[in-house]
């Protein structure tokens, strides 16, 4: 298991303390974003940064980005490897849901790694369908990485008791939305699928980056999912996201996958 050192900044000022008042802890009222930095670069940077723009815009967040890119660049080239986690509140206010109108507070964590390992594909993991359900959110937040995780958090738990590195999660209709903490891709027919994120479920970065690269190759992915009882259909499946990039699943509630066919997809993909 990877050790990491912990620091954190507070609007680019070193500090361990949190404010009792700040939004972030009173409400979940804010964003966040975890960034792999890889010799001092931060990997997809790009939609990061353009996520957490999207969910200021939608929240009405004050953020100033321009001091935001700089400090996270300062911080990723300090760090060298290891992950660059910012969260945006809104800050500290009185008692009440109405929010001040003010700048929202950044902070910026950095969890440094002892290795730099760069592995595109992880090894291939045992997984499952989970039993917990995402509900549906309000479409201002749909596909947002708000504060707000107690989902993840009691599916957390669930995975933990199966001994799973990840696992697949429905929505309350019995569809497939992603798992606990990536998003997934699953070949059905020779053609790979991603499900849609519309009421439920996260956009995350590293999906966005497969789909744009499946396009450029003129083999784009269907936005289209499968119901609980059609898992049967999935001949092969991965996880992704920022920090583990590609996970292939050698085996779906005991039933064996084909692992080949996600690393030929990332072999042609990277």
Same mark, same amino acid.
């Given at each position: 298991?990877?050790?990491?050192?912990?620091?954190?900044?507070?609007?680019?000022?070193?500090?361990?303390?949190?404010?009792?008042?700040?939004?972030?802890?009173?409400?979940?009222?804010?964003?966040?974003?975890?960034?792999?930095?890889?010799?001092?670069?931060?990997?997809?940077?790009?939609?990061?940064?353009?996520?957490?723009?999207?969910?200021?815009?939608?929240?009405?967040?004050?953020?100033?980005?321009? &001091? +935001?890119?700089?400090?996270?660049? =300062?911080? @990723?080239? !300090?760090?060298?490897?290891?992950? /660059?986690?910012?969260? $945006?509140? %809104?800050?500290?206010?009185?008692?009440?849901?109405?929010?001040?109108?003010?700048?929202?507070?950044?902070?910026?964590?950095?969890?440094?790694?002892?290795?730099?390992?760069?592995?595109?594909?992880?090894?291939?993991?045992?997984?499952?369908?989970?039993?917990? &359900? +995402?509900?549906?959110?309000?479409? =201002?937040? @749909?596909? !947002?990485?708000?504060?707000?995780? /107690?989902?993840?958090? $009691?599916? %957390?738990?669930?995975?933990?008791?199966?001994?799973?590195?990840?696992?697949?999660?429905?929505?309350?209709?019995?569809?497939?939305?992603?798992?606990?903490?990536?998003?997934?891709?699953?070949?059905?027919?020779?053609?790979?699928?991603?499900?849609?994120?519309?009421?439920?479920?996260?956009?995350?970065?590293?999906?966005?980056?497969?789909?744009?690269?499946?396009?450029?190759?003129?083999?784009?992915?269907?936005?289209?999912?499968?119901?609980?009882?059609?898992?049967?259909?999935?001949?092969?499946?991965?996880?992704?996201?920022?920090?583990?990039?590609?996970?292939?699943?050698?085996?779906?509630?005991?039933?064996?996958?084909?692992?080949?066919?996600?690393?030929?997809?990332?072999?042609?993909?990277?």
């Amino acid at each position: 298991m990877t050790e990491f050192n912990i620091t954190t900044f507070k609007n680019g000022v070193a500090s361990t303390a949190i404010n009792p008042f700040d939004r972030a802890f009173l409400y979940g009222d804010g964003l966040f974003t975890s960034v792999r930095i890889y010799e001092g670069q931060p990997c997809l940077w790009s939609h990061h940064l353009y996520r957490l723009q999207q969910g200021a815009q939608r929240l009405s967040l004050d953020v100033d980005f321009k &001091q +935001l890119e700089l400090d996270a660049l =300062q911080k @990723a080239a !300090l760090l060298v490897n290891g992950v /660059l986690k910012i969260i $945006i509140s %809104r800050g500290d206010s009185e008692r009440g849901y109405l929010p001040p109108k003010q700048p929202a507070v950044v902070y910026i964590q950095l969890f440094q790694a002892e290795s730099k390992a760069n592995d595109l594909v992880m090894s291939p993991i045992e997984s499952g369908v989970l039993l917990g &359900q +995402l509900g549906q959110v309000m479409p =201002q937040l @749909a596909g !947002l990485k708000t504060l707000n995780r /107690l989902e993840q958090v $009691i599916l %957390r738990q669930e995975l933990a008791t199966y001994g799973w590195a990840e696992g697949l999660v429905c929505d309350v209709n019995g569809l497939v939305v992603e798992g606990v903490y990536s998003n997934c891709f699953f070949l059905v027919g020779g053609q790979w699928w991603t499900p849609p994120i519309y009421c439920s479920g996260i956009l995350g970065v590293m999906r966005t980056e497969i789909i744009e690269r499946m396009q450029a190759q003129d083999n784009p992915p269907l936005f289209q999912t499968l119901h609980l009882n059609d898992l049967g259909r999935i001949e092969a499946l991965f996880f992704c996201n920022a920090l583990t990039q590609i996970v292939p699943v050698r085996q779906l509630n005991g039933r064996i996958l084909n692992v080949s066919a996600v690393t030929t997809l990332a072999n042609l993909l990277f």
